[in-house]
């Protein structure tokens, strides 16, 4: 069964930097491309960062400088490293599965439907 938990979200200032997880069970992360995505109110489901299973990391270019992908094999955890961030940035930030095998596009075109496993999401919330 695959589930994947996000956690370390937080309410934070302007400017700051966070670091979020998410904890991965039944899927292998040598196998399956994992990804990032967040949704602010009101708006649709936004893609920022996916790593592939050989460990190539994209980011979408408006959080390129800023937000950063990784993944802990032996944890079998994906993070995502967040800088500098501004009011805007605030949203539920979800971490993403694929079914195994590859992603037959442009790392920068993939979007929610690419994605079969989803976590609950953790809450980011940025002041001024």
């Known amino acids: 069964q695959v589930k994947l938990v996000e956690s370390g979200g937080d309410s934070v200032q302007a400017g700051d930097s966070l670091k979020i997880s998410c904890t991965v069970s039944?899927?292998?992360?040598?196998?399956?491309?994992m990804a990032w995505f967040r949704q602010a109110p009101g708006k649709g489901r936004e893609w920022l960062s996916i790593?592939?299973?050989?460990?190539?990391?994209y980011v979408a270019f408006p959080f390129q400088g800023r937000f950063e992908i990784s993944r802990d094999m032996n944890k079998n955890q994906v993070y995502l490293q967040m800088a500098r961030l501004q009011p805007g940035d605030t949203a539920m930030y979800y971490c993403?599965?694929?079914?195994?095998?590859?992603?037959?596009?442009?790392?920068?075109?993939?979007?929610?439907?690419?994605?079969?496993?989803w976590g609950q999401g953790t809450q980011v919330t940025v002041s001024s």
């Open positions: 993403a599965g694929a079914e195994s095998g590859t992603i037959a596009k442009s790392y920068y075109e993939v979007s929610e439907s690419d994605f079969y496993y």
């Open positions: 039944g899927l292998r992360l040598d196998d399956n491309h």
């Open positions: 790593i592939t299973p050989t460990g190539g990391a």
